[in-house]
């Protein structure tokens, strides 16, 4: 069983020096991870909250949403392969709410590969409700994406 996630982790906005390190862990969650341009449009998007967590002096890991008038659609939630099953998941989706309610969502949206069980099981955990499925969202694979939502309290 692995050890519970680090208590003190910092939540810091993306910054160019840290596009390096997640395009790693990129490379180590996804059979399409993004790109170094796309982690740079996260920069100049005025509609884009991103937020690297430290452990101690560690990345491990990110996530960011757009704020489309009340509506925080989540682009990205990755812990580092050596931070996974250690609930940091879970501390990243409940930062990423609190930031969205913060700055005025009242919907939260994501997409989910189908496979992922793992986060569904979490998004499921955190009152997300599945609203369709994308056929094919994922082009490389092919592979299905859920779509799902959940209301934010105020």
Known sequence: MNEPAPQALEFLPLREEHIDSLLEIEHEAY??????????????????????????????GYTGFWLVLDEAH????VVKKEFRGQGLGRRLMEFILNKA??????IATLEVRISNRRARNLYDSLGFHIAGVRRGYYPQTGEDAIVMFKELDA
């Open 101 to 106: 309610v913060e700055v005025g969502a009242r």
């Open 31 to 60: 059979p399409e991870p993004w790109t170094r341009s796309m982690f740079r449009d996260e920069l100049n998007n005025k509609l884009s909250y991103f937020y690297v967590v430290f452990a101690g002096e560690r990345i491990a």
């Open 74 to 77: 989540i682009t990205t939630v």
